[in-house]
């Protein structure tokens, strides 16, 4: 499930809800479902990089082939 943010446009409180794609979050304020989601800030560079690093090798472990390289 992945993590997104919200603003409720009823009482203007800002949350984050783990949300799976049928389902609509509420307000844990006001209990509203008039919602906008929010667009989420990048992650930083300097950490993006070494996640992705960590993923391809545990990709590569696991034999998939998302890690192919040719050469």
Known sequence: MPLYSYRCTGCDATFEALVRASET???????????Q???????AEGKSGEL????RAA???AGHL??????
Request: glycine content about 10%.
């Open 59 to 61: 990709a590569g472990a």
């Open 25 to 35: 979050p509420v307000c844990p304020s006001c209990g509203s479902e008039d919602l």
């Open 52 to 55: 992705v690093k960590r993923a």
């Open 66 to 71: 998302s890690n192919f390289r040719k050469g």
């Open 37 to 43: 989601r929010l667009l989420s800030m990048p992650a």
